[in-house]
């Protein structure tokens, strides 16, 4: 067979080959004239894409980096915060904050589980000088949703603020920030965005810019001070990446195009019928509050679940395995960005025909039934 | 005139259509197995253009993040360190060691010239403990070139470490890391190396790499430690922009064919004819020690100094003004990266109407004509 490179991992994504080819145009100088428009364009897009009305800053990093800015601009040595942590980018958050000398609760709740909104309540109510609470919008490593909006509801009318790691879950997960009112917003272009990695986005709440005005940690290139500073003049503390602001600029308006609602449903759509498609090939779920962004399977019995990734590989797809102790027990594929109708019944096919050859025994082509009589009996 | 547009500022610079078209080609993941060969490739072949045996890492971010890299990863809270300052840029890491809480001796000289190595002597003999010595290949907002070499001399058989700012100097001037001694070399994307921003890169001395491992200043992302340790499994701690990196390959590429000590006098003769050229013209240098990696120009009496970069602009072509105390009062070029003598011939044409129609007086023509003779009467 003819061998196309498929990627169904959870960021880097497939880009829009109009987004690419923006990337590619002639750079341009980020002090020149030429910049400014586009800059002020592409700022006020990204308030569209995180939902809300206040500034959304760009940093040319990862989406980690813009997470760092978010954690280190927010706080001081010291200060007490909370990391609630079921998964692999959980605990980074926590590592994170404990490196620039924060107080960190680090809680660590069951892989699979959101943490519960009940127990950031007693947290708070104990510890009313938290400065912030770490929460993932999707938990990647386990495929696991957030409640955000009800932890929010805990968070919203005190002084801690709620920062979201939103790097994968953007786009492809419901996230109101300023209705529900989150605080900051982390996020990288590589994933829902439909760009290759390399920028870094932070939303910065009013309650999360006077949190910013205090911060005494350690911090340059990441600093939200500095950042927002800069913003309000249309420009960037240090040199922008800026032909992925290019490609930034053709994404934006193909997301602002569809609509935020539509993007959001289009992403349930694709999970659901994913997991449909799983489980009607005798797989279950691994997380209990499964995402939009990606979907994590348990490893059927009786198959080696070592080999799924590399057996997948081999057939042009790339997904991602378990991580630390889900390795071999749990697979993970997601639908994030450009993807459609057509792009689940690729990967359901490609998994049913990797399951098989790995002795897993069900009924051939019951996975893209599932997922194709989903599709027909639900509008789009 | 049809207006093209034609960048001389020092970075972003003028990128190779090969390059661009590579950055643009379709995204893979990074825990592939398609990357590790091109990452693989893209780190030796840094050493090359480095000038090291040692390990060359690569951040998504732009020079200031790399620099923040090297100066966080090498000295503690209450460390001492110097910081040799004579423009923006040595400035900038000054500032920089003071958010990390370093002790850190801000010596300020003269705006033109290059850091006194005797002076780095006297000072190091008082300060025997001092952890690190910042200071620029060549400083960008002045136009001046140090002595690396002559420090390193200094440097190189004590405690202190050298931190090379070479973020707009990398492949423009002459840099032996190695053989000179130099411990951190910081670099950005977008300058000589022909890319696009976002991509920054440090290199690692033996000796720096001990103090690495003993460094408590707060960092994360930029942390050297956890860059090195996972550049010696091949990869990146986070998600590296793979475009850029598809880009890097076809640009070290085309440096390593010319060979990086073409590279040096390719910019040194195209430097030394602007130079040439602004002296026909009746312009004085600014910088008492130039680089060749941007040519920095007095703007002559009688004309309007803040004037120059808009009629430049007008004309389609970047080029920087002064900044600080120098704003209106110099001008700045660069033919840094992917430039040949007909660029320097281009530039020093658009200078020369620049300059007449703001009142100048100088024999037209007299620019390319000093260059053209300088060219005509050297070897490439």
Known sequence: MLKKNYIYAP??????????AATAKPVIHHRAADFDPLFRKVSEDLKVIFQTQHPVVTFASSGTGAMEAAIVSTASPGDHVISMESGKFGERWGLMAQAFGFDVDRV????????????VADLLK???????????????????????????????????????????????????????????VGAGSQKGMMLPPGLGFVSVSPKAQEAVKKSKSAKFYFSLAKALKSLAENTTPFTPAVNLIFGLEVALDMLKAEGMENVWKRHARLAEASRRAMKAIGCTLFSQSPANTITAVNVPEGVDGSKIVKTLREMGMTIAGGQDHLKGKIFRFATLGYYNEFDVVTIVDAVEQCLAKLGHKFERGAGINAAREYFSTTAE
Chains 1, 2 share one sequence.
């Open 11 to 20: 960021g880097p994504v497939t880009v829009p080959p109009q987004v690419l």
């Open 108 to 119: 660590q709740f069951e892989w699979g589980t959101g943490p519960d909104p009940n127990l």
């Open 126 to 184: 104990k510890r009313p000088d938290t400065r912030a609470v770490y929460i993932e919008l999707c938990e990647t490593s386990t495929g696991t949703l957030s409640d955000v909006k009800a932890i929010a509801e805990v968070t919203r009318n005190t002084d801690t603020l709620l920062i979201v790691d939103a790097v994968s879950g953007l786009c492809a997960d419901e996230l109101r920030t300023d209705e529900w009112g989150v605080d900051l």
